[in-house]
């Protein structure tokens, strides 16, 4: 290892990169981008408000009672809708996508229920919707939700079983205080991946490699460098999307040497995949091709944007044998839970597999023409 | 431990093969210390290939290849101090200026700090220290390319087609630039389709062809030895001359740097007279006449049957 060649080509890579701004600007401005438009979503979630119509067909005090109900749930913005319009035809001259219909006799059926203790007497909500709006199923969730609880203030009996939500963290976290630590890591493997593989490929195109073939520099001088420029470019965007974060979210994250290690090793794993890469993909559009193929699915399985959890079981079991989710759980380890058992032990998988990979990109790095 | 000898380069039965592809076939040569030496063929000839297992770039299938007294599979690290190399086809960073380039170079070799303000002056880039290497002239990067393979002070150049590409003004300039290495006492060691390049610089010459050397001498020499014809130039810009010419049985060739110039081989001082006469007789107007030795491009012709491929010429002149 030589500190000096080390030296020259970081400082001939930094200067490079300084000199494209705009490809600089895109680089740091692709994960700051989705930091904007998901916390920006993503903040507001509490406060989601669905557009609901509803026909009261019965037009008394308990149905009104119960229209009111729905508006103070704070989930609905409503609209009424003539009581002697087709709601099915409302819903499709006016494109919404679901009418609420309260029938005629509602208040009548309740009091048989609570005068005369008929428990016969009810009442049907009907739906009618639009199965094509994706919409429909999240805004119907919500809906049996409330009428539950009408359900619940009507029968006048109190609740036998009652949640009550204990979070094991001491401060409420936001879902983009979860979805920043995501980012970073896939930010940082995206740009170390796509770093290398452009790097590579263009370097060898070009035939500068073969010239420095014909220089003192060593293969490992060589990769040594690229390592520490990739690590550099990876510190400069974290530090950009939490510069973001704090400020525009003011997110409640903690910065700890945990993510320096993980930014590291994120950088080791996916320069060493890149370098594989570049080993057997020459071509410049082939190597891009084939970097995407292997980011985009680690970026939506492994649980950057959204929990595993959410997926069917078998593609959770494939998550955890992607690396970028021992770099997304450890981060949240760190950055939220500051658990460093648990970042200690994705730290421990993380760190095997950025070996293991680095040395055979190390191997499969050709220093020599026709190797 | 290099061993001490009067010969830079010693090549020895060196063979090359790209799975079934026979690159090159059984060479042996050798470059004494302070030589010019050329290798000269078509592409495809295995003039490269020859020159990257010489500079520890590619590695022999079979034969021996010393350079400056060390085994090239076994000293890379000790040669690549001793050499510099401008790679076919070189290219660099391109955000770096030309100044920034060269100390690069020189910081990957350590050492003796080279005078960079020098090496500027001696290929003439001292007015574009400051320009990034994407917005020079393709014979200004090559230049570039020379002052890069000098910036360790090699005793052993190795220039591969330095001038392929180039127009005609930044091909001279370069073969200035070679000629002050040589002037140095630099052993160069330089591949090229250009006759006119090997006969003007070259000490001495390979003719490779099909991974072969099929002569190796002193330009003069060589074309002493195989020249078997003189060859008549004519300047003439009427287009009946070259048929008239071949009516007469002979082979005209335009010139390709200058299409008003028509070379034709000729056998015997009659068959100048007979071509003049025949000019004459049609009323084709001839403003210059030349009649001169065989060069390296006939004698090449002749030996390998096959003409010298040109490529399209690469970037603009030098300024």
Not at chain 1, 327 to 337: D, K
Not at chain 2, 97 to 113: C, D, H, N, P, S
Request: charged residues 20%; aromatic residues 8%.
């Amino acid at each position: 290892m030589n500190l000096r060649v080390i030296y020259a080509n970081l400082y001939v890579k930094l200067i490079s990169v300084y000199r494209e701004k705009t490809a600089m600007f895109f680089t740091l401005a692709f994960p700051i981008i989705l930091i904007l438009v998901f916390g920006t979503i993503f903040m507001s979630e509490d406060n989601i408000g669905f557009h609901l119509c509803v026909q009261d067909l019965d037009q008394t005090k308990t149905s009104q009672k119960s229209v009111k109900t729905l508006e103070e749930s704070g989930k609905f913005k409503i609209t009424r809708v003539d009581p002697t319009a087709s709601a099915a035809r409302y819903v499709q001259d006016n494109k919404v996508n679901l009418v609420l219909v309260i029938p005629k006799g509602l208040e009548k059926s309740l009091m048989r229920r609570m005068a005369f203790k008929n428990y016969s007497a009810n009442a049907v909500i009907t739906y009618v919707y639009d199965p094509s709006s994706s919409s429909v199923p999240a805004k119907v969730e919500i809906l049996n939700r409330v009428l539950a609880g009408i359900n619940l203030e009507i029968s006048g009996s109190p609740p036998f079983l009652r949640p009550v939500q204990k979070s094991i963290l001491t401060k409420k976290y936001r879902f983009i205080d979860f979805f920043i630590p995501g980012i970073i890591a896939m930010a940082v493997m995206t740009l170390s991946l796509f770093g290398t593989v452009d790097l590579d490929t263009e370097l060898r195109q070009k035939g500068i490699i073969r010239k420095l073939c014909t220089t003192p520099i060593t293969r490992t001088d060589w990769i040594l460098s690229n390592m520490l420029y990739q690590f550099i470019i990876a510190l400069v965007a974290t530090a950009a999307m939490l510069l973001v974060s704090f400020a525009v979210f003011q997110v409640s994250l903690h910065l700890n040497g945990w993510l320096l290690v993980f930014i590291l090793l994120d950088v080791f794993a996916f320069v060493g995949i890149g370098m594989i890469l570049t080993r057997f993909v020459k071509e410049a559009q082939s190597a891009a091709a084939a970097a995407n193929a292997i980011s985009f699915p680690m970026m939506f399985l492994s649980g950057s944007f959204f929990p595993i959890e959410l997926m069917p079981s078998f593609l959770q079991t494939f998550a955890k044998m992607l690396p970028l989710y021992y770099v997304n759980e450890g981060l949240r380890s760190a950055m939220i839970f500051q658990d460093n058992g648990a970042a200690l032990r994705d730290c421990a998988v993380i760190g095997i597999f950025a070996a293991v990979v680095f040395i055979v990109g190390l191997m499969a790095t050709a220093w020599k023409e026709g190797q | 431990m290099a061993q001490e000898t009067e010969y830079a380069i010693e090549v020895d039965r060196l063979t090359k093969r790209y799975g079934d592809l026979l690159a090159v076939d059984d060479m042996s040569f050798s470059v004494k210390k302070g030589e010019l030496f050329a290798c000269l063929g078509p592409n495809g000839a295995g003039k490269t290939t020859t020159v990257e297992v010489i500079e520890t770039i590619r590695a022999p299938s079979s034969g021996k290849v010393m350079l400056l007294g060390m085994d090239v599979t076994k000293k890379k690290q000790e040669i690549v101090r001793r050499i510099g190399v401008l790679p076919q086809g070189f290219s660099s960073f391109d955000r770096i200026t030309v100044k920034e380039t060269i100390q690069y170079y020189a910081r990957l070799f350590g050492g003796k700090k080279p005078d960079v303000n020098a090496l500027m002056a001696l290929v003439n880039l001292t007015e574009k220290a400051g320009e990034r290497y994407k917005n020079l002239s393709g014979g200004l990067q090559q230049r570039l390319g020379i002052a890069i393979a000098l910036v360790n002070d090699p005793e052993v150049v190795f220039l591969d087609e330095p001038t392929t590409g180039l127009d005609p003004k930044a091909r001279r300039e370069v073969w200035h630039v070679l000629q002050g290495l040589k002037a140095q006492g630099k052993t160069v060691l330089l591949t090229t389709h250009y006759m006119e390049e090997a006969e003007l610089l070259a000490d001495k010459v390979a003719i490779i062809s099909r991974g072969k050397i099929i002569a190796l001498d002193s330009p003069g020499e060589l074309i002493e030895k195989n020249a078997g014809c003189s060859i008549l130039t004519l300047r003439s810009a009427d287009a009946r001359v070259p048929e008239i010419l071949r009516a007469l049985g002979f082979q005209p060739v335009l010139d390709p740097d200058n299409d008003k110039d028509i070379k034709v081989p000729v056998h015997q001082n009659d068959d100048v007279r007979e071509i003049l006469n025949a000019v004459q007789d049609a009323g084709a107007s001839c403003s210059a006449l030349d009649l001169r030795r065989p060069n390296l491009e006939e004698v090449f012709l002749k030996l390998t049957g096959e003409a010298l491929h040109e490529s399209a010429p690469r970037g603009g002149g030098a300024s």
